[in-house]
């Protein structure tokens, strides 16, 4: 300890020349705890603050050498240099050799000499022996008739301000919580059992600064063992739970009294005694006691003391064996206090909708008697219950509440404000989640499962808590299991971002008349949407196609094509070569299309895409704006099912196409075709033989077969060796026409 100076006062380090660097800490009531440098009345009987300290800096030869040895120990061990404190301050460290000087506390006269003595621990209370478990056998007078001087300090309140003031170095509410717990929240128990260091407020009890608050209260406690000697009344009540708080209230008004009774004086105290007391007090001190006397008291209730006028003269232990039926048919008369006092076993039978709001604020003290209130006890009492409350309730009954009386500020206290909000939170079901999430705060929002994310109602969530869930800087990987109709109902808060992380089975389902044009745009930029063109509808497909690149339209499916409307939504020559050119099975797909779709489409055909026509369509197209090398190509005698082609035209077809027909193609026509053939639409004798070759055994099988109008209008084209072959009557009919 050569490097510490204990002074009496700062004057000292300014006359000791070792001091002529001093650096004032600018915090001088900052108790010293650091460098494991002693601390408290445990180091030679001294209490002291660190004031000042002095630091030698090195010269520029000491720190080169330091240095040196450093870059030399590294050099032989990476890892030794690593893990060693000491050459890792060589190379950062310019500080060392430190001094402090150490302000003992005047008033605690404890300027005695330096050696370390050993003293025996003093007593809290004084002039008292520590070992409770000692009974001398002695009377005590009665405390609730003991007279204590009027004008006495124990008959004044012990101001907070001696816990509670910044100014005097002691305790503020915020300095003292250490662990938790405030300084007047500490019970008496554990008070005087601070050296202890397995006490749960040990560090509390031995900071600091809480010196002079332990020096307030030990005062207070030395005052009470003069005045009702209370180390022997504690002893005979070993499990009361007195707390520090309970000794500031003046001697007269105080509970105090009722706490140390004796067991005889106990079972004495009425409801009356109680009146004014806090109900935090009863519960912790006076029902405990009430609990293990009633157990083997033999005063027994009379039905003839239950009434209004003798409620408050019942004792207590006579409160304790109230039955339920009478507490409920005098639940308007009862004070509040009183449902601290009753036993758990009445609970199951009041009738909740009955208490006041003070009774139920009461009663909620305890969550132990909270928790047997059933489902229906808590539904009948839920509009009197303060919010804070509600989370004395259970996980159970938390869950069995009906939501729709649940507010934000109840909301606030449940799932907000409690520790388990968030695990409770996650354990409710979707339509308790739907039912709350108007209350939701983005933190709510992001500690949902992702089983209640997926099953919530999303025509109820905000944009905000949309963002929380789906930030699209951080877009989950559930966003892409959302079903379609859910995508729907908050697509309106998409961003860019959100719409480029959507599934193709998302996107194939969603309305795309409701998307904006602009989003739906970047669907189909460049080369993305390909995979996604397949699986749309042709709904869809309308609803984007004015998007398409060229590209896309590459990726229609057979199905997209053979059904599209062309007519209704026009595309150029550079998206018919896309559609039809790319692909064999494509471009054979023209055999497959209708003839209102091949009508819109010719005008783009070119060569090979006219013998694609199906049979179907060739019996319906419109042939009188074709031309000869349009003919030959779906006519061609080349091609291999020519003659079938042109026995699928009806008889109107061929009288658009005649002028284009070869010798060949006449000769491919069925019989049927001759036989109904309107021969005035021929306009040579030419057409004629070709249609009717006279070496033709055809000829001479089909033209006795000619109607009556089918020959009269061939007549004029039948001559020479073709008559050979008619008929009776047909003969007949040409001598009448001759005759006309």
């Known amino acids: 300890m050569e490097n510490v100076l204990f002074i009496k006062n700062l004057h000292e380090i300014r006359s000791d020349p070792k001091w002529e660097e001093k650096i004032e800490f600018k915090n001088k009531d900052k108790l010293i705890d650091e460098n494991r440098l002693p601390v408290g009345e445990d180091f030679r009987k001294r209490h002291y603050k660190l004031v000042a300290k002095k630091v030698r800096i090195f010269s520029n030869q000491e720190i080169a050498l330091r240095k040196i040895c450093g870059l030399f120990f590294i050099f032989i061990s990476f890892g030794l240099?690593?893990?060693?404190?000491?050459?890792?301050?060589?190379?950062?460290?310019?500080?060392?050799?430190?001094?402090?000087?150490?302000l003992i506390d005047p008033a605690r006269g404890n300027?005695?000499?330096?050696?370390?003595?050993?003293?025996?621990?003093?007593?809290?209370?004084?002039?008292?022996?520590?070992?409770l478990d000692k009974d001398d056998g002695e009377d005590l007078p009665d405390i609730l008739t003991l007279t204590i001087d009027a004008d006495g300090p124990l008959n004044k309140p012990l101001s907070t301000s001696k816990f509670f003031s910044e100014k005097e170095g002691t305790l503020s509410d915020n300095q003292i919580d250490m662990f938790g717990f405030k300084f007047l929240e500490i019970p008496l128990s554990h008070f005087m059992n601070d050296k202890d260091s397995s006490n749960?407020?040990?560090?509390?009890?031995?900071?600091?600064?809480?010196?002079?608050?332990k020096d307030a209260i030990s005062k207070r406690l030395e005052m009470f063992e003069r005045a009702i000697q209370l180390k022997k009344r504690l002893k005979r009540i070993p499990d009361c739970k007195l707390i520090l708080r309970d000794f500031l209230q003046g001697w007269k008004n105080s509970p105090l009294k009722y706490a140390l009774a004796s067991d005889e004086e106990f079972t004495r105290l009425?409801?009356?005694?109680?009146?004014?007391?806090?109900?935090?007090?009863?519960?912790?001190?006076?029902r405990k006691r009430l609990i293990k006397l009633a157990a083997t008291s033999r005063q027994e209730l009379e039905p003839s003391i239950v009434s209004f006028d003798g409620l408050l003269q019942l004792s207590l232990i006579q409160l304790y064996k109230l039955e339920g039926r009478w507490v409920n048919q005098w639940m308007g008369h009862l004070p509040p206090m009183a449902f601290i006092l009753f036993p758990n076993s009445?609970?199951?039978?009041?009738?909740?909708?009955?208490?006041?709001?003070?009774?139920?604020?009461?009663?909620?003290?305890?969550?132990?008697?909270?928790?047997?209130l059933s489902t229906a006890q808590v539904d009948r009492c839920l509009d009197k219950i303060p919010p804070k409350l509600f989370t004395r309730l259970s996980d159970e009954q938390i869950f069995a509440l009906n939501f729709v009386y649940i507010n934000q500020e109840i909301f606030n206290e449940i799932f907000k404000n409690s520790k388990r909000g968030k695990t409770l939170l996650q354990s409710l079901k979707p339509p308790q989640l739907n039912q709350l999430c108007p209350y939701f705060t983005g933190e709510e929002w992001k500690g949902l499962k992702e089983e209640q994310i997926l099953s919530l109602d999303y025509s109820l969530m905000t944009q905000a808590g949309f963002e929380a869930i789906f930030n699209e800087f951080s877009i989950p990987e559930l966003f892409q299991r959302l079903a379609p109709s859910k995508v729907e109902l908050v697509m309106k808060y998409f961003t860019l971002r959100h719409w480029s992380k959507l599934s193709t089975d998302q996107l194939i389902k969603l309305d795309f008349s409701e998307i904006d044009p602009d989003v739906l745009k970047t669907f189909f930029t460049q080369t993305k949407g390909y995979d996604l063109i397949?699986?749309?509808?042709?709904?869809?497909i309308y609803r984007a196609h004015s998007y398409f690149c060229t590209g896309h339209w590459k990726h229609l499916s057979r199905k997209h094509i053979i059904h599209f409307n062309f007519a209704k939504y026009p595309i150029n020559q550079e998206i018919f070569n896309a559609i039809f050119r790319e692909e064999e099975?494509?471009?054979?797909?023209?055999?497959?299309l209708p003839l209102a779709t091949i009508n819109v489409l010719s005008q783009y055909f070119t060569k090979g895409d006219w013998g694609k026509l199906s049979l179907e369509v060739l019996g319906q197209f419109d042939y009188s704006k074709i031309d000869q090398a349009i003919f030959d190509e779906i006519f061609s005698q080349q091609n291999s099912n020519f003659q079938t082609r042109i026995q699928a035209l009806p008889v109107e077809k061929l009288y658009q196409l005649f002028p284009y027909f070869s010798e060949g193609h006449w000769k491919a026509l069925k019989d049927q075709q001759i036989l109904n053939f309107d021969y005035s639409q021929l306009k040579t004798q030419e057409n004629f033989d070709k249609m009717w070759p006279v070496e033709s055994k055809r000829t001479e099988t089909l033209l006795p077969k000619l109607t009556s109008v089918a020959f009269l209008k061939a007549l004029p084209?039948?001559?020479?060796?073709?008559?050979?072959?008619?008929?009776?009557?047909?003969?007949?009919?040409?001598?009448?026409?001759?005759?006309?």
């Open 111 to 131: 300027f005695e000499k330096l050696a370390r003595i050993s003293v025996k621990k003093e007593p809290l209370l004084k002039n008292t022996e520590l070992d």
């Open 346 to 372: 009445i609970i199951k039978d009041l009738n909740t909708k009955w208490m006041s709001e003070d009774q139920i604020e009461t009663f909620f003290l305890a969550e132990e008697r909270v928790h047997l």
């Open 81 to 102: 240099a690593y893990a060693s404190a000491r050459f890792r301050k060589f190379m950062a460290k310019r500080k060392t050799s430190i001094h402090y000087a150490l």
């Open 717 to 740: 084209f039948i001559c020479g060796e073709r008559r050979k072959w008619l008929t009776g009557k047909q003969i007949g009919w040409m001598q009448e026409r001759e005759k006309k």
């Open 270 to 286: 009425t409801l009356e005694n109680m009146q004014g007391f806090e109900p935090e007090f009863i519960e912790r001190v006076i």
């Open 585 to 592: 099975e494509k471009w054979n797909l023209l055999g497959k």
């Open 200 to 213: 749960p407020y040990y560090s509390l009890l031995n900071s600091s600064a809480a010196e002079l608050s």
């Open 534 to 540: 397949k699986s749309l509808s042709l709904a869809q």
